[in-house]
Structure formats: structure tokens, C-alpha cells
């Protein structure tokens, strides 16, 4: 027992020692109320994102009444793939994307990974901050590495938008931009919010039927409540 008592300190000091290893998480807004939101992080994430990363366990469908896109707007804008018979995908269909993983693995070492699940798993915050941390490496293959995912095999695809950072000091603490975006930075921050919101309420689009059910839920409880508690007195009233 008190060899294990002995282990304990070095254990806690082990995980201090990896916690502050990491770089600390942004902190990022979710708001799956805000359609317009939800709507430009979709066009961020098909323009951008959706050639390489699929969203296998999600339906075009599922954007009529989540993002308040009618089928037109859909079938002409966010659905840029084809069957096995060339004909365009139909809007019932899954998330998939047309990138042969063989290819893609290839490319960049590792097959690209599906992002239906991504801020369910890392979280909100973490995906922020992910694609916030990119900067200049020319050590890398694409030229860019990342302060939180260091060395990972994927390149800053959002790099037009925000521009281009090199680290100023070796601890990666500041930043300085060598090349400009097409963005501001609180435009680009902004952005960025928005793709992770679309990410968000794709990890679970029942989040937003939940919330609408779950108001008229509470006014019911509300009104049971009352009923109950006149119910309560009316069974009560010939008691002392």
C-alpha cells in the first residue's frame, strides 16, 4: 500500500508536466441558434475543407430545416459531387467526397479524416485554436506547421484568408505575418468561428430539434406544476 502512496506524487507531477506542454485553448463561441453563422461556416467548410475531409454521417437534407436552405440553393452550391453514373448526387445522400483515400494517403502520409465527429471528440475550443495556431515551417513538407498539432501532415488550407505567420521567438508565444490574407484578422477570427460552428451542429444536428423540443418541454413542466400543486391543494384541504 504505501509503495503505491510513494507513486503518486510523481504520477501527479507527470501529468503537470504534460498539461502545460500543451498550448492553452482558445475559447470560441457556439451559437447553433445563429442560422447565418451555420450557413457561412458551411460555405467555408465545401469551398475548402470538403476536398479532402468528408462528413460521412451527415445528409444534404438535413440543411433545409437546420440552416434554412431551401433544396435549389443546396443542390447548386454545397453539392459538388457525382454518382458512380455521373449524374450529381442526390441531396438524401451522405457527405462524401469523390478522394480516392489510396491517393490521398499517398499525398500526405495519412488518409485524410473524416470530420463529422471532430468537435464532439476534440471539442470546440481545440478545433479554434487548431486552425488559428498555423505558421511558417519550412522544415515541413507543405512550408507549415502547427503550435498546437506540432508536425502534422496537412497544409493551412485557410492561409488565403488569414495570410501567412512565421514565429518570432523559438517558445511560439508571438507572431509576426509575411504574407496578408484576404482577411482582417477579427475577420478572419470570425470565420473561423463560423466553420467551427458548422462543425459543431454537424457532430450533432439533434442538438437543435433538442433545444426546440426542450422549450416547449419546460413550458410544460411549468404549467404541470401549477396543475399539480392546485391538484395538491384541493386533495389537502379536508386535512388538519
Same mark, same amino acid.
Given at each position: 500500500?504505501?509503495?503505491?502512496?510513494?507513486?503518486?506524487?510523481?504520477?501527479?507531477?507527470? &501529468?503537470?508536466?504534460?498539461?502545460?506542454?500543451?498550448?492553452?485553448?482558445?475559447?470560441?463561441?457556439?451559437?447553433?441558434?445563429?442560422?447565418?453563422?451555420?450557413?457561412?461556416?458551411?460555405?467555408?467548410?465545401?469551398?475548402?475543407?470538403?476536398?479532402?475531409?468528408?462528413?460521412?454521417?451527415?445528409?444534404?437534407?438535413?440543411?433545409?430545416?437546420?440552416?434554412?436552405?431551401?433544396?435549389?440553393?443546396?443542390?447548386?452550391?454545397?453539392?459538388?459531387?457525382?454518382?458512380?453514373?455521373?449524374?450529381?448526387?442526390?441531396?438524401?445522400?451522405?457527405?462524401?467526397?469523390?478522394?480516392?483515400?489510396?491517393? $490521398?494517403? *499517398?499525398?500526405?502520409?495519412?488518409?485524410?479524416?473524416?470530420?463529422?465527429?471532430?468537435?464532439?471528440?476534440?471539442?470546440?475550443?481545440?478545433?479554434?485554436?487548431?486552425?488559428? $495556431?498555423?505558421?511558417?515551417? *519550412?522544415?515541413?513538407? +507543405?512550408?507549415?506547421?502547427?503550435?498546437?498539432?506540432?508536425?502534422?501532415?496537412?497544409?493551412?488550407?485557410?492561409?488565403?484568408?488569414?495570410?501567412?505567420? =512565421?514565429?518570432?521567438?523559438?517558445?511560439?508565444?508571438?507572431?509576426?505575418?509575411?504574407?496578408?490574407?484576404?482577411?482582417? *484578422?477579427?475577420?478572419?477570427?470570425? &470565420?473561423?468561428?463560423?466553420?467551427?460552428?458548422?462543425?459543431?451542429?454537424?457532430?450533432?444536428?439533434?442538438?437543435?430539434?433538442?433545444?426546440?423540443?426542450?422549450?416547449?418541454?419546460?413550458? +410544460?413542466?411549468?404549467?404541470?406544476?401549477?396543475?399539480?400543486?392546485?391538484?395538491?391543494? *384541493?386533495?389537502? =384541504?379536508?386535512?388538519?
Amino acid at each position: 500500500m504505501n509503495k503505491y502512496i510513494l507513486i503518486l506524487p510523481f504520477i501527479f507531477y507527470s &501529468s503537470l508536466v504534460g498539461a502545460s506542454a500543451n498550448p492553452e485553448l482558445q475559447t470560441v463561441l457556439i451559437d447553433l441558434n445563429n442560422k447565418a453563422s451555420l450557413q457561412r461556416g458551411a460555405k467555408i467548410f465545401m469551398n475548402n475543407c470538403f476536398g479532402c475531409h468528408s462528413l460521412k454521417y451527415q445528409r444534404y437534407v438535413k440543411f433545409i430545416d437546420h440552416l434554412s436552405l431551401d433544396q435549389e440553393t443546396i443542390e447548386t452550391n454545397l453539392i459538388f459531387t457525382t454518382d458512380r453514373n455521373g449524374k450529381p448526387t442526390k441531396i438524401g445522400s451522405l457527405m462524401l467526397n469523390a478522394v480516392n483515400p489510396d491517393h $490521398s494517403k *499517398e499525398s500526405f502520409g495519412i488518409t485524410p479524416p473524416d470530420l463529422t465527429l471532430i468537435a464532439r471528440s476534440r471539442g470546440p475550443d481545440w478545433l479554434y485554436t487548431f486552425l488559428m $495556431s498555423f505558421y511558417q515551417d *519550412e522544415s515541413r513538407p +507543405f512550408g507549415v506547421n502547427n503550435k498546437l498539432y506540432p508536425n502534422i501532415s496537412m497544409p493551412h488550407v485557410l492561409w488565403w484568408m488569414e495570410g501567412i505567420k =512565421k514565429p518570432i521567438n523559438s517558445d511560439l508565444s508571438e507572431f509576426e505575418y509575411v504574407k496578408k490574407g484576404n482577411m482582417t *484578422e477579427i475577420e478572419y477570427k470570425q &470565420s473561423t468561428t463560423d466553420l467551427v460552428n458548422f462543425l459543431t451542429y454537424v457532430s450533432e444536428p439533434a442538438q437543435l430539434d433538442r433545444y426546440r423540443i426542450g422549450f416547449w418541454v419546460m413550458i +410544460f413542466l411549468v404549467i404541470f406544476s401549477f396543475v399539480a400543486f392546485l391538484l395538491k391543494i *384541493e386533495y389537502w =384541504k379536508d386535512i388538519d
